[in-house]
């Protein structure tokens, strides 16, 4: 296993991560997604253990806390060997104090967790989506308290847009408060939209990426083709309306591209999108989930190698779309990059 500093922090996290979303398997969506119980998330623990990989992220909103639950039991007796990660600020119910990240709601949310996680620290602690009614400083407050209370020991965003986490990173700066480390995000070979503003933020602030649905919600395993149905027993049948979006001739173009790769290295189609990943800037850590000892085996077969430049370069090409305003239409021009400088520019301006 690789093992990668988190953002600009001292934690070193596994490059590959396991996402505990199949376990619990309550609700319409986590139901779909899995419904892995305590033994045989304890199989899976084990089989990421023997390979290195000892991040474990969760939700409370997944399976409404039934997922905290089942990964709590899973690690219980080596909670010292293995990184805990989890978020909240999502919906919990419909009253008025069941969402959001203000004060009492932060310190209820946490607490709430470790009972759940059977742990009385959370290794790195997430909030699930940015809350625009609570005042940043009482947000960075709230945890700031959390961590030396020891309950947290770092702390990072998930889905954040990029003013709302430069904001906060200023307020923490201003009031000497604990920095965002991470920053978890939807980032694929079909949803490139992380690369344009929020990688370069990451890399001038020190904010690692962790990366969710990095085969693009379930597309990019090899199973959906050209001209052919949705494959019956895919759970994007009930699924699909909870992602991202993506056109479809993009999602095509890129698995004949990836399809073409795979004959020449002998690795599978996620393994080959996972690897891509893994080569990105900033990027920490990549999330992989499984709902059964298989496909955790072929995750794990995306470490130990490297795609070629050239091969790289094919999945930048058939993945790429055009630039989002205010980057386009100046990106290309020469003066605009050298002015403003892109992480994933070419030196022919392209990116």
């Known amino acids: 296993m690789e093992y990668r500093r988190l953002g600009a922090s001292g934690l070193m996290v596994p490059a590959l991560s396991f996402g505990a979303g199949t376990f619990g398997g309550r609700g319409e969506l986590f139901g779909a997604w899995g419904d892995t119980d305590a033994a045989e998330a304890r199989r899976l ?6 390979a290195g990989l000892n991040m474990f992220d969760t939700a409370d909103v997944y399976s409404a806390g039934a997922s905290e639950e089942v990964l709590g039991a899973a690690v219980k007796g080596r909670r010292d ?52 009614a609570t005042p940043v400083e009482e947000v960075l407050s709230t945890l700031d308290d959390l961590v030396r209370a020891g309950k947290l020991r770092y702390t990072g965003v998930s889905n954040f847009a990029g003013w709302q986490l430069m904001k906060s990173l200023d307020a923490a700066d201003r009031h000497g408060r604990q920095r965002y480390v991470a920053h978890q995000v939807y980032y694929s070979l079909i949803g490139r939209d992380y690369e344009w503003e929020l990688m370069p933020l990451g890399l001038d602030q020190g904010v690692g990426a962790v990366v969710w649905s990095p085969l693009g919600w379930g597309r990019l395993t090899g199973k ?53 990943l893994l080569q990105r800037p900033t990027v920490s850590s990549v999330i992989i989930g499984a709902r059964n000892e298989e496909q955790l085996r072929q995750n794990l077969g995306a470490l130990g190698w490297n795609l070629t430049a050239d091969q790289v370069a094919r999945l930048d090409a058939a993945s790429a779309k055009a630039a989002p305003y205010p980057y386009f239409p100046y990106e290309r021009q020469e003066g605009f990059a050298r002015l403003n400088p892109h992480p994933l520019r070419r030196a022919d301006g392209a990116v």
């Open 45 to 50: 623990i084990d089989i990421c253990l023997d």
């Open 81 to 132: 060997r293995v990184i805990l990660s989890t978020k909240a600020g999502l919906p919990m119910g419909d009253g008025p104090a069941d969402a959001g990240t203000s004060r009492s709601r932060l310190i209820k949310t946490v607490d709430d967790a470790l009972r759940r996680l059977g742990t009385d620290y959370i290794d790195l602690f997430q909030l699930h989506a940015f809350d625009a």
């Open 224 to 276: 959906i083709r050209r001209d052919q149905p949705l494959p019956a027993g895919s759970r994007l049948h009930a699924t699909a309306d909870y992602g991202p979006p993506v056109d479809d001739e993009l999602l095509y173009r890129v698995v004949d591209a990836l399809d073409e790769i795979a004959g020449e290295t002998g690795r599978t189609i996620p393994q080959i999108a996972l690897n891509w």
